[in-house]
């Protein structure tokens, strides 16, 4: 006989995923609106990474 599935771990939970994703796209917004608002260009590329990476925890790719 094959042993139970196991458990899914912490962060491959969707809940956790969606939490973790939303968390990420609301910190690269407010980083986007600091850079615009003080003209650092560095800033608003480091918002728009941190926007990707959110969008890379989101629900498109949970599906399995």
Request: charged share 15%; net charge positive; no cysteine.
């Amino acid at each position: 006989m094959s042993a139970p599935a196991p458990e899914p771990g912490f962060f491959s939970r969707r809940r956790v995923r969606l939490v973790i994703a939303r968390v990420l796209v609301v910190i690269g917004i407010v980083l986007a609106v600091i850079a615009i608002l003080t003209g650092r260009w560095g800033l608003l590329a480091a918002a728009i990474i941190t926007v990707g990476i959110g969008a890379a925890f989101g629900p498109a790719r949970i599906r399995r």
